[in-house]
Nanobody
Framework: QVQLVESGGGLVQAGGSLRLSCAASGRTFNTYAMGWFRQAPGKEREFVSVISGNSGSRYYADSVKGRFTISRDNAKNTVYLQMNSLKSEDTAVYYC???????????????WGQGTQVTVSS
């Protein structure tokens, strides 16, 4: 059974930083892409970033490009999202997900974590 557990969320002031982690189990981690998505209150879930299994491909939403960095440690079965220069509009529940390909569409990810809340105060 595949499990994804996010951690690292919290309350931070605008301009601050947080690092999210997502620990995976139940599948061969390094052969699957890992993505981060977020959902703010009253809004649809949106793509944030994705990294391929061998870290050769990384993609970011325009809204986070230059501020967020995705990485993974396949030895630890963990993916990270380093978030810098946080803005109030980054406030959301952040979810990690796993799928075969490093794509933007959440529909192509087959397992999801429970989410971690990130709140940025202005």
């Amino acid at each position: 059974q595949v499990q994804l557990v996010e951690s690292g969320g919290g309350l931070v002031q605008a301009g601050g930083s947080l690092r999210l982690s997502c620990a995976a189990s139940g599948r061969t981690f390094n052969t699957y892409a890992m993505g981060w998505f977020r959902q703010a209150p009253g809004k649809e879930r949106e793509f944030v970033s994705v990294i391929s299994g061998n870290s050769g491909s990384r993609y970011y939403a325009d809204s986070v490009k230059g501020r967020f960095t995705i990485s993974r440690d396949n030895a630890k079965n963990t993916v990270y999202l380093q978030m810098n220069s946080l803005k109030s509009e980054d406030t959301a529940v952040y979810y990690c997900a796993t799928g075969k390909l490093p794509v933007v569409s959440g529909k192509l990810y087959d397992y999801w974590g429970q989410g971690t809340q990130v709140t940025v105060s202005s």
